[in-house]
Nanobody, 123 residues
């Protein structure tokens, strides 16, 4: 079983930056591909970014491409999401999840989820 704990959220002005972290408790972290999702109030949870187990493959939602960067440190069992040029529409609770099987952008492809960390971008 994998336990995931997100941190790093907060309040930031538009144009600012934040770095989210997702610490995993899994005994063997390296094989797990990981994803970041977000959910704004009243909206469905949506895909943000994906990283393979080795870190060699990454994907991004079009809405964040060029502004967000996903990375991982398999020694520290941690995945990061560096967010820059933040916009008010990036305001949401951000969740990390471990990928199990299937399309990288699909919620059903992930089997373990963190509790989320809130990001609020003021205009």
């Amino acid at each position: 079983q994998v336990q995931l704990v997100e941190s790093g959220g907060g309040l930031v002005q538009a144009g600012g930056s934040l770095r989210l972290s997702c610490a995993a408790s899994a005994r063997t972290f390296t094989p797990y591909a990981m994803g970041w999702f977000r959910q704004a109030p009243g909206k469905e949870r949506e895909f943000v970014s994906f990283i393979s187990g080795s870190g060699g493959t990454t994907y991004y939602a079009n809405s964040v491409k060029g502004r967000f960067t996903i990375s991982r440190d398999n020694v520290k069992n941690t995945v990061y999401l560096q967010m820059s040029s933040l916009k008010p529409e990036d305001t949401a609770a951000y969740y990390c999840a471990s990928h199990y099987s299937g399309g990288y952008s699909l919620l059903a492809s992930y089997n373990y989820w963190g509790q989320g960390t809130q990001v609020t971008v003021s205009s």
